[in-house]
């Protein structure tokens, strides 16, 4: 069982849309959670990157993590096209090594 | 400051042949870490520098891959005696490791590909 569990879609929504990414964790001991996107043949960019449990806020994004049920989601309000892509949950201990998921294709249908 | 590069983007090979990638980090990043991304997945840890150190190796570097970080800037990942295996994307990362909430900026990455 990997360590880091994220539905790897696709997922395809209408222009507007409120989008709902998750992903799941077995390894109590990760502490920094974070949300990279990915175009297709290009680098992971970082959207949002949270310490502790609760709820963080970034212009349309927000992203939650909940550590007692082990579980992160990213959120997207008023999805556009543009945000068409993989969606990487990615976490790590005290450790510098990023653990991520296997990403959550996304398809915003204009 | 114009990111993390690398170099070359795409690099086709024969199998058994030793390639090498490079990676220059946002300067004055003094971490650099390399990743290993096959078609569908997450990218997976490889090795991190700090400085010219290198400080971690994860288990997937077999004894085929060598890493370097000679004077603390730029980074190369060889691979000696390819293997179909090894085809993937290979990303290079930097970070500014000052404080736990360190941010890890990617790379566009190397996609290498074994005939």
């Known amino acids: 069982q990997k360590e880091v569990e994220q539905d790897p879609g696709p997922l395809s929504v209408p222009e507007g849309a409120i989008v709902s990414l998750n992903c799941t964790y077995s390894?109590?001991?990760?502490?920094?959670f974070m949300w990279y996107r990915q175009y297709s043949r290009k680098g992971p960019e970082l959207l949002m990157y949270?310490?502790?449990?609760g709820n963080k806020e970034d212009g349309r994004f927000t992203a939650q993590v909940d550590k007692s049920s082990k579980y992160i989601s990213l959120f997207i309000r008023d999805s556009q096209p543009s945000d068409s892509a993989t969606y990487l949950c990615?976490?790590?201990?005290?450790?510098?090594?990023?653990?991520f998921g296997s990403g959550t294709r996304l398809q915003v249908q204009p | 400051d114009t990111g993390v590069s690398q170099d070359p983007r795409h690099k086709i090979t024969k199998r058994g042949q030793n390639v090498t990638f490079r990676c220059d980090p946002i300067?004055?990043?003094?971490?650099l870490y390399w990743y290993r991304q096959t078609l569908g997945q997450g990218p997976e840890f490889l090795t991190y520098?700090?400085?010219?150190?290198?400080?971690?190796k994860s288990r997937l570097l077999s004894d085929r891959f060598s890493a370097e970080r000679p004077k603390g800037s730029f980074s190369t990942l060889e691979i000696q005696r390819t293997e179909q295996g090894d085809s993937a994307m290979y990303l290079c990362a930097s970070s500014l490791g000052t404080s736990k909430k360190e941010t890890q900026y990617f790379g566009p990455g190397t996609r290498l590909l074994v005939l």
């Open positions: 520098f700090q400085n010219e150190a290198q400080l971690e």
């Open positions: 990615a976490m790590r201990t005290g450790r510098r090594a990023l653990t």
């Open positions: 949270t310490y502790s449990s």
């Open positions: 390894n109590s001991a990760f502490q920094y």
């Open positions: 300067s004055e990043h003094n971490r």
